[in-house]
């Protein structure tokens, strides 16, 4: 699988961005897709996940700031981003987990190659 992510830049703080990831190749379904960031120096984190279902969970940092949303159908995944802090400012990578490409499995995860966002006056 392949994965075109798109979206991110330079922001002043308060504003938004919003992020797409788009998987492609021979695809099934994907049970689960997310966001994770990695800040220099900090280790990778979840910033929110949602599942083929719609079920959602969220970073306690992005809680009420940020939502998640997917096209199931286009293997796309999206990230509104609102109310952003420097403290934002990371590489923001997606990543689909539970890859099929056939409803027989078997399951893989992936990892996008990330997108720049960074969060300063």
């Known amino acids: 699988v392949k994965f075109a992510e798109s979206g991110g830049g330079l922001v002043q703080p308060g504003g938004s961005l919003r992020l797409s990831c788009t998987a492609s190749g021979t695809i099934f379904s994907i049970y689960r897709m997310a966001w994770y960031r990695q800040a220099p120096g900090k280790e990778r984190e979840l910033v929110a996940r949602?599942?083929?279902?719609?079920?959602?969970d969220y970073a306690d940092t992005v809680k009420g700031r940020f939502t998640i949303s997917r096209d199931n159908a286009e293997n796309t995944v999206y990230l509104q981003m609102n109310a952003l802090k420097a403290e934002d400012t990371a590489v923001y990578l997606c990543?689909?987990?539970?890859?099929?490409?056939?409803?027989?499995?078997?399951?893989?995860?992936?990892w996008g190659q990330g997108t720049q966002v960074t969060v300063s006056p």
């Open positions: 990543n689909a987990e539970q890859i099929r490409i056939t409803a027989l499995g078997p399951d893989y995860d992936a």
């Open positions: 949602i599942t083929t279902e719609g079920s959602t």
